[in-house]
Structure formats: C-alpha cells, structure tokens
C-alpha cells in the first residue's frame, strides 16, 4: 500500500482525549503503511491562549476558536470531535453536511434522539463517500481484537454467558470535585454512558451479537461535591477544606444490569465509579461450549483462554501475551513480551479509519453501531426507572 | 479447655457431603480442643450394604436403614443431615423434636414454608438446649472467616457495592447426565439453591448486612440430558450415544440477580454451572469507602486487600496468603505458608458447632439464617418469573 | 484392593512432623483402599508426660520413653522417625536390623557416611523385605506428582533448564530466636540441608535426572540471635529485649548455587530463610524444548503449563488447577475445584508406602535416593568452602 | 521549564533499535517540557537506499551513508548509536572527539578495553560540556524507576538478596535462523550481554551497590543454526528444509551466576534464550529487612511489594499498578491504570539525556557506569572459563 496524498484533520477539544488524539494522528504513518497521511492541520478550543498552547505542544499547526470556522475551512478532511457529548450532535452533522469525514469521541451522544440524527445524517454522507465513525478505541486493543477474532473462528463455540465489569475508583473519595462527567447536562450519564457504554460496545463486538434487553438497578453513593475540581479532568483526590461549597451530583456512580443477547446468551453488565482499589478495570468474560476468553485492561497485554478441547487433565486458562507478530495490529510494534500501552488503541483506530477511508469502504464503529449502543444505555435507564422491570432495547 | 466427654453423632446420608463431614466429625478434636469429643456413632442409609461399606470405609460404628431410627436411639446426641433437599425438613423437624441436635446441610429446605417450619422447631428445641445449625460451610474457610472480621474491624469503612459470582463448569457439556440435582422436585432449584445460596448466604456474613430486594434473571440452556448419570454425584464428563434416553431438565442452570443491602450497598450475583473452564469460582468482592476485599475459591487460601489509607503511590491489592496464626482457625493447623483445602471448613465447623454446644450458645448459621437465605432465593425467582421486576425480599 | 491385615506403626518424635505423620496414619485408609490398615500404636518420646499427651491427641494407642524399646516390641511393624537429622542413622538402622519398615523423615542424614551406612542398612534388610523409605513429602504433592508425569510423558521434550527455589522468611527478623534448625549439631546445615533438600529431590525427581555437580554459595546473613526460643518450633516472630542471652547461628541462611545435571539441562538453585513475604515457596520450573511447567508451593493446587506446540497466536502458560480426577490421587477426593492442602501429601505418602509394602516393592525415595540428595548438599557444601569452585557429586 | 532551542539529532543505525529511539526523538517533547526540543536531522546507514526508506518512515530529515560524514556535520549536536556493540567504541570516540553529545545503545562495547577508551574518551568530553550516556532503557520503565526510589527511600531496609532473571525464549526453536546476535564477532557475547547486561545494570540500578564478585556457569544448547535469517532481526520462527546450509552459534545461550554485592547482599542472575513460554521476562526481586520488591516486564505496569512493616496478619505482596500521577514520569501521560508500554521507556530515557544536557549535568547511566557492568559480564565469563571459580570483578 502506498500512500497518495494527505489526510488534514481538524480537530475540536484538545482535554485528556484530544492528548491521545493528536498523538495517535502523529503516530499512526510511522508503524503503518496508510492510503493517506494524517496532517494535524487545525486545533479548534474557546479559549485562543489555551488552544494556542495546545496545539503548539500537541504539534497542530493552527488554531481556531470556533469549531464551526474549522468546518468551514477548505483545507480540512476530516474532523475529530473530542468534546464533552452535549456538543457531539451539532458538530457531527455539521461536519458531515460540510463533505467532512467525522471521527466522534463515544458515548456517541447524550440521548438516543440525537444519537439518531446523527446516523442519518451519516448515512446521508455515506452516499457521498464521506465517513463516520464513533471512538469505541477499547475494540482497538490487540487482546479485544483478539477476542472478537477467535470468538468468529469459532474457538468458543456457542456462547452461554457474558459478564462485564468496568471498575473504577476516581469518585470513592466523597472529596472528589465536580466535574462535567457529573453533571447529566453535560454528560448524559455517569458510570453508565461514560464506561458502561465502553463494555456495552465491547460485548456486542467480541460476540458479533446484539443486546435485546435489559433489567437495571442505577445508585448515586455520594449526593454533592465539593465545587473547583478541573473542569476538564478526570477528577482526583480531594484536598477540600469545610467550607467548600458544593454542587449536585447528577447522575449516577453506579450502573448494574442483567442482559439477553439475540443469539442467546445471558450477561450481566456493572459499570462504576466507585470500586476502590480497581482504576480501569474494563473486564469482560466470554464462556461458550468449547472454550471460554477474559480479558481485563488492568493487564491489557494478556488474554485469558480456556480451551475446552484440551486433553482432560491439561486444561486451564492460557495466558497469551497479547504481543505476537499474529496477533492483531502487533507485528508493527516490537518484538514479542514488549508490551504495548494505553495510546496504542488511538493509533489502530487512526489505521483502521484511515484504510477505510482510503478504500472507499465504511469503518466500524459505525454512528449507527453506536447508536445501537446508546439504545441499551436509554433501556438501561428506563428499567432502573421502573422497578428494574425487564426492558427490550427498541431497534 | 478440657473434654466433659463425648457427642455421638448419627449421619444421614453417605455421598459427597457424607464423606466430607465424616473426615470433619474423625479430624476436629485432633487439632481443636473441644468441649465434647465427637463420636462416629451411627450412620443412616437405605441400602443396608452400601451404607455398611460407607460405615466402614468413613469410621462409624453401625448402620441403620432408616433415618427414624436413628432418631429414635438414645446413644445419638446428634444428628447430621446430610441429604438432599427434599427430605430435610422431615428428618431435621423430627431430630429436635426427638432432642437431638441437628447439623443440616444447606440449602436448609426447598421452600420458605418448609425452612419456616424447620426455623419454629429449632426455636421450640433451642428453649430446651437443643442446638440447630445450617451448613453453610465456606464461612469456615479461614480467608472467609478474615474477611468478615476485617469488616466487622471497619477495615474498609462504609460498604458501596457487593460482587457475588460462584461460577462452575460441570454442566457445560451437553452429555453431561441428568441427576437428582437437575430435578425441581429433589433439588427445589438449580444452580440457585445449590451453589447461589451459597454467595447469598456469604455476602450477608462477611457485611454483616441483609439483602431487601432482587431482580433477577434465570436460565436453562440445556433442557434435555441423558439419563443413567451417578444419582448422588456432581456429574461428570458425559460419554453418551446418540440412542441414550433423556430426561427434563427441571432448574436453572444460571441464575444472574442484582440486589440491595439493608446498609446501602448494592449487589450484582451470578451462579452458574456454564462457566466453561471455572471450576469452583466462588468469588465475592465488597468495596468500600475505605478498602475493598476480594476472595475467590479457586486460589482459597489467600485474600486480595486493598487498602484504601495506604499512602498515594504505594496502594494496590495485596495478596495475603491466609496462613499466619493470626488468621481464623490457623494456628491449630501447620506453619506460615502451608495451605489447608477444601475439607478444613467441614473440620472447623464442627469445631465451632461442637464448641458451641458445649458452651450453651447458639451456633452460627441458626436455621433463621437459614431462613433468610431461603427467602432471598424465594425472591429470586419470583422476580425470574415477573419480568425481572423488583421484589423485596419477604421477612 | 482389599485390606488383608494391620500396620502397626511406632513413631519417634510428635512435634510438627508428628502432627502430620499422625493426621497420614489415620486418614489415609478412609479415601484409599490399601493392602494394610494402618494402625497408630505406639508414640515414643523423651518426656513421658508430653509424649503422653500427644499421644491422646493424635490418636496412639500406647507411649514409650525410649525409642530403642519401641523397636523392641513385637507387635510394631514399621518405625516411623520423626526427629531432628542427628538421630535418624541410628534409629533406622536399628530398626532395619530388628525387621522393622522404616519411614524416616529427610534430609535422611547430617553427613554422607551416615546416610551411606542407612542406605547400606536398607539394602541389606530389602533382601527380607523389610523396606525403608524417605519422606520428601512434596513428591506426593499432586501438582508435582503430575508434573513429573507431563515430562515422563515426553510433554515438555528435551529439558535444557531447571530454575529452583526454595524461598522462606521466618528468619527474617532479626530477633527470631535461636532454636535446633539453627544449630549444626543438630540440623547438619540450615536452609541448605532444611528446604534446600527439597528442591534438589523434587527437580531430580520431576526431571527424571540426577545432578552432576555444583558451584555454591551460602551465607549466614545474622550470626547470633536470642536464646529461649520453642525449641521444637520454626521460630517465630521475635518479642526480645535487650538484654536478652544469645547463641550463634552456626548454618547457612541462605544457599544458593548452579548445577548441571546428566541428561544435559543446567540449574539455577536457591534456598533461603531470608526471602522476606515468601512464606513457604518451594518453585520450580522446567524449560524443555516442546514445553515448559513451572509450581509455587504457595499455590500448591494448581501447576502452569506451557504447550509449546500449541499454534502460534495462541500460546500461553495455562493454570491447570490440578483438582481433576485425571490428576495423581485426586480422584480420591473431592470434585474438581475442591483445593487440597499442605497435609494432603503425607496422606499419599503413607498411601505410596503402605502399598508398596503390601506388594512387596520397594517404595520411593528409597534410602539410595535420599543418599543421593545428600551427596548434592555435601558437594554444595565443598564447592561454597572452596571459592565457589566447580565440584562433582561424588556418586 | 521553557525550551531554549533545538537539539538536533543524528541516530547510526535503524532496526529495531533505530525505530524504537526515532520515536522517542518525536514524542518526549510532546508530553513533557524540555530545555532543548529534539530534531531528527540526519539518519546513517550504509544501504542508501534503505536508510531513505527508513528516513522517511521515522521521520528523518536527512540520510548518510557513512556514520563519519554524520559527526562532520556542522548541524547534528547528539549522535544516537543504534547498531550491533562492534562499532560502538569507534563511533563514540569520534563522537565525542568532534564534541558532540553521545546516547550508546548497550552492552556499552564488547570487551573491557573497548569500554574503558570510550569512558575516557567520554571523560575527556565532560570537561568541555559534552555528555555520553549509556542505553540501558529499563531503568526508564516507571516501575523500575519506583523500585529504585522505594530502596532509596529505605522502604526495605537492609538488603539481603537479589534475585534476577531475564528469561526469553526465541532460540528455543531449533530452526531459528544464525543473526548476528549469536555471532561472537559482531555481538561480543550471547544471552549475557545482550540480556544479562540489562539485570546487571537494574540490579545495580535500583540497590544502589556495585556487584563485587561471580561465580559462573554458561552454556550453548545448540551449536549451530541455518543461515539465512533478517541479519538485523531477533530471530523468529524457523521454517528450515534438510539441506539448508548452517553456521556455528559462537556465543553463550544461557547464562547463569551468583553474586555478592558491596552493601552485603548476595545475588542469584540468570540469563536465556531458551526460557520456552517466557518471551521477555526481566524479572527482579529485592528481599531487605523491612520489605520485599518484585517486579517482571511481562507484566510491566506493575510492582509486587510487601511491606514487612504491616500488621501481622495483614502482610501481603501489593500488586501496585505504577500509573499513578505519583510515581515516576506517569503524570505526563494518561488517567491511573491506562497502561504505559515498552516503548516509554525511550521516550524516557531521551526526556532525562536532554533534560541533563540543558543543566549540564552528567546524565546516568555514564559510560563509566556501563563500564562497571561490562567489567561485571567480563568476570562472568572469565568464572565460566575457570569452572566457575570465584572472580571478583575488576574495578
């Protein structure tokens, strides 16, 4: 493959996910062979100073102070939308109107309305050749990736159970300021659109199959925080003397919930703020009739494999080092037992939305797989709103 | 503490749980100072030369063919139930009637009605004396028992969330054989009462708290299997032709409930016998605002800790390997380091049930525990059967 | 199998061994069907008074002041020694002359001539088959016990090396007291001849092979420590003033050295009592040219397994949790996922000896074999007195 | 911090060292501030035009296609030395003779003599502001960074061992093809220098004592290995016919030897190739008086620590997961438990070179103190040819 021209990205929000955004633009041409090179053309952020700072460290080239001026650049392919979910709806359909390819951070959006404008207005661009697609980077781990491979080999036969945690501690301390990721306006959901939508997306795509209801209990632990904590952060421990004033929280620390896949497997689904001790414990367990797969991110460069097939007396889980020239996204990388981190998810997800884009062919995530995504999380809702009575995901 | 003499014990029932408490009733006095030394009396049986055998081969001095006799003998201080479900309220009701103490595996019945019954007479004997315990034998496994004490120490503070799973396996072949544990009518439910009651009957002891609602989920994913299995046994690999009678499946094979805590937590559990490659994975982790503990069965003698006060930087699960003579029940056992297995539990409570009989006291679990925990699966699956909508546990 | 007669055993010694030995001699004929039932007769032991009382408590019929009258008696089929390694020639060669089996604990001697003229003892009372053994219990661990089977098996191919160790802390605090472990007399060397003994037997054991020579390395890392300690006991953790008497350390701490051993493979050795947080980790590892299997003592039920003919992609170490029934002794127990503990491996230690002596063969590690384990702790010995030089196994 | 200028770079070489240093020359600047801001001016290769493919993948602005042309250039300020340890010492000496900065892949030459003339040639440099640094990049993955600080801070106090391993196993196949790596020519030793040299260097690292004396043992599995192997690559798969011509591997396989240190402790290192199932396992473990480390880089973001001072019955090894903001270099990259991979260590190793070289201080390692570990792997082998008699390292 050999590269014909360049790829000029835009991009709005320059916060945690717009650090590993542009790294992943920078990146992603000196591991790959793409169709097109990435340019880190222009940084979109309200404040001129602080974006100007941004884009010089992150290495954009230029700067704008509102994203829609950056849609209206002619010099700009693709925009990259890593801004709370409020804003991803406008930004994305504007985008897509404006003939730009759009990579949208997840939860796709703040409700499923929303979420559905904006697969239409995706499929209307698709017409056009024009690409979408939703930031579910975690599919992007060689280990996941892996898991979804051998699940469609067939290498667990039929699947029975599911069972998904994300486990994360950053609000056990009730000192934890407020943020945006705690208030509904701003960012939907709690636990439930922030990481359960990660585990959501990632049991659909290991199996290849859909979510068809749900039975859902939601729990606020800590009712108020104390105001100050970085807007833009992921919060922190809290150093808050008495006086403090403090604001609501909005949404929820924790999301439970029992689930129906459509080929017929059961899961159970637990997504939390609030899990002391455990920081990003995005777990997922898989067991069919020959063979069973776990995966946690706290050890992202393993997967766990039960082979149900193995000689009675040899059988256990095989911890495969996710670090294989086989394995996928790896051979670009390093040598065997050399692991890879966090940021390498963004850069496979750069690749894989570059090639498609340069095949003419639509990547995944698409906006309507996360659309499909934000339906279980409103199911989610609705059941923990009404009993945890059974709710189907409507589709 | 010095022997007053002894406690003749009469055992129904011969299989798997009659093995395991004979080696506990022939090994307690061994390594425990007790007040009463236990004897192997007399051990009940239907069939009169497997019961001889099973007499001879586990160490009991006679055999009797009807469980009513043995009830009925003056040298029996004690009797141990060791059948299935069916048949305990009968046999249990009528031994504390007789004035013999009675040690009663669990579940305690098939039904609250009957557990409710078996709880009133345990009442009405215990004004006489006369001592009831159920066999919820894992709280004796020594990282159970530190697990409830550090709790009860206020080591993790304010408990938020509860992780419940006992995953086994044995049912994950399709030709696996139908036994007595498959039928509603011998067993009263599947993987629920026989193995979930087990992570219900946990979760309440080591938070000290009791669950008030659940909504739940049930499942068979097998409902045909051959028949001609071991009739008392757990299973086994199936080697079956495709002319092999079948018979129904008549319970759950995974039961999946989120929950709530009288003290606020909130509960995900799952108990399956389709976790393919989990053999015996009785998990259970609590979280809270100062620590979290997690154990699995698996790996028994450790107990992962976290604590959560530990310095910035130098926190993280710590592996404490349940051994040291601080621990429950340790000391009497070998030195740091030196693993005890499954049948220790078996050995301690009869330990701690012996002990407390000597002193006048209530052991724990009383059949209103019992009662408790029967109720709970009583909510379960009504909730299974409306929709997975919310049930409060009756109480 | 049936039973056609008693084994009436005679036990010098009752400390911690004796516990165990004793629990072996009771349980092992209510899981195993053996060709004798053994019988606990007599206990001998100094102090009438505590011999007394450890015979009540662990089950023996009758007590003796002197070992030498045990051997004396008629009605003692077999001796069972228990004692510190300064009295082990003595007792087993007496008893081996008076037609008494012999099982005596290891290391079998303090020095090689001693072990030569037990092992010339045993040869000669073979020939009336009169049979002896040695007691390197972890042998019958059943991860190790499957462990040697896998390479017998030909599962990891030719073996190119062994990584040993043997890493324990109790005296790791400096205040730990002086007790007979520590005293040369006594215990002929420290970690080396204690828990060194061990790996050497369980890696000749597993491999099949016998180590050709050594280059080593010993330290005493604290040279006095405070009288008053339990002096039967492993110590302890220190509570000692200042002003409190002391005594030399007169053995090793800690001995490390490398090794090769006949059939090609080099070895990486190490014992220590200084390993601060290891409790009782007795690993070792084997690197073969198909496969390789690694075990912690420290998770004594499970060994790890790595295929090296699996595909590639899909290679890993698998946890086989040795609780299956395909798995040495295992079948005798419980179901899988059921652990079994330290304790375990003496039952099948009496099991391997009871059966072997009821068939008229001869049980292993015979007196030859622990002989040869003795003539590597004296090579370690030379090769640490002589600069570390290279010095063969005498054999 | 503020940037002062360009640090312009000229790297000799491009496998898998080259692509490893060329992104940390475009990274570190972006998530950490540097005094001087890196530039990847020139790349030297002998094929011109590999080294232009190579230039233009890693983002190199120009090529050479002799290393001398490059230290004549006028516009380079640091030479990068990524090619095999035989041209290390002439290329350094040139180097830093022209006054240019020196990073020098490791081992840092292959013989004594060789690294004693570039530590004085490096020496020499110093005095006018020049610096040379050595590449041992393990010290720059955080949790080795920890390790060291933790000892540092007395977290174990007195040390007692230190147990290394670097366990690999890409030989282990014996079709895998002759490289340069096991030719003594090009790579001065085998397992030793290649990996051996990086325990030496952590375990020196992060006690902070020198190793004063070895004693041992190497060995070649198999002596000779088909032709026609990637020159550049660490081997692979073998896929070899019958008739395949072969050459002689000419260096060590396996490593193994023991160690004391100055400070008091003894040591046990092992070093291989042939560690079936083991693809990069660097592994070491620290025992003190207070408190143990372990760390291994299969399973790189964390550090196992037992802390000796904890309550009895509460002791345990802490699985620490080091991505907190606290520990060494993380709170430049991502939110706690978002994993770091192999390559950050370069990326942390260009931050602290540049960083030295904006204060003008000496960066670590020097050469003089890959000098100590050269002197270390030159006793080794001079024990290993003297059967393995002890040998105290020169210094």
Request: net charge negative.
């Amino acid at each position: 493959m050999s590269s014909s021209g360049p790829l000029r990205v835009g991009m709005v929000g320059y916060a945690f996910m717009g650090a590993a955004h542009s790294h992943a633009w920078r990146t992603a041409s000196r591991f790959f062979d793409l169709p097109l090179v990435p340019e880190l053309t222009a940084l979109a952020g309200r404040n001129a100073v602080a974006a100007r700072t941004a884009a010089d460290r992150m290495g954009w080239s230029s700067v704008e102070t509102d994203w829609r001026r950056l849609i209206e650049r002619d010099d700009i392919d693709l925009i990259d939308i890593c801004t709370p979910g409020d804003t991803h709806a406008q930004i994305a359909i504007a985008a897509l109107e404006a003939g730009k390819h759009v990579l949208c951070e997840k939860p796709l959006a703040n409700s499923v309305p929303e979420a559905e404008a904006m697969t239409a207005a995706a499929e209307r661009a698709a017409a056009d050749g024009v690409m979408a697609m939703c930031g579910f980077t975690y599919r992007r781990t060689p280990a996941l990736a892996l898991f979804k491979q051998m699940i469609a080999n067939g290498e667990v036969g039929t699947i029975r159970q599911v069972r998904a945690q994300y486990l994360q501690d950053w609000l056990s301390d009730e000192n934890a300021p407020l943020t945006w990721r705690m208030d509904k306006e701003k960012a939907g959901s709690g636990a439930l659109g922030d990481i359960g939508a990660h585990i959501i997306d990632a049991s659909q795509f290991v199996t290849g199959q859909q979510i068809t209801g749900v039975s859902a209990l939601m729990e606020t632990f800590v009712a108020r925080r104390p105001l100050g904590g970085d807007l833009v952060g992921l919060g922190g421990r809290g150093q808050v003397g008495e006086d403090v004033p403090s604001g609501p929280v909005t949404v929820d620390d924790a999301a439970v919930f029992t689930a129906r896949f459509d080929g017929g497997p059961i899961g159970v689904f637990e997504a939390t703020r609030f899990a002391l001790g455990r920081r990003n414990a995005l777990r997922l367990e898989v067991n069919g009739s020959l063979g069973s797969i776990a995966f946690d991110f706290e050890d992202m460069n393993t997967l766990q494999y039960y082979d149900g097939t193995n000689e009675p007396g040899r059988q256990g889980f095989r911890r495969i080092l996710v670090t294989e020239p086989e394995h996928p996204y790896v051979s670009h990388w390093w040598p065997a037992g050399h692991g890879l981190g966090y940021e390498h998810g963004f850069t496979h997800q750069v690749v894989d939305l570059v090639t498609a884009i340069g095949s003419g062919e639509q990547p995944t995530p698409s906006f309507a797989d996360a659309l499909g995504v934000q339906r279980v999380l409103a199911a989610v809702e609705a059941s923990a709103g009404n009993n945890s009575t059974w709710q189907f995901v409507d589709g």
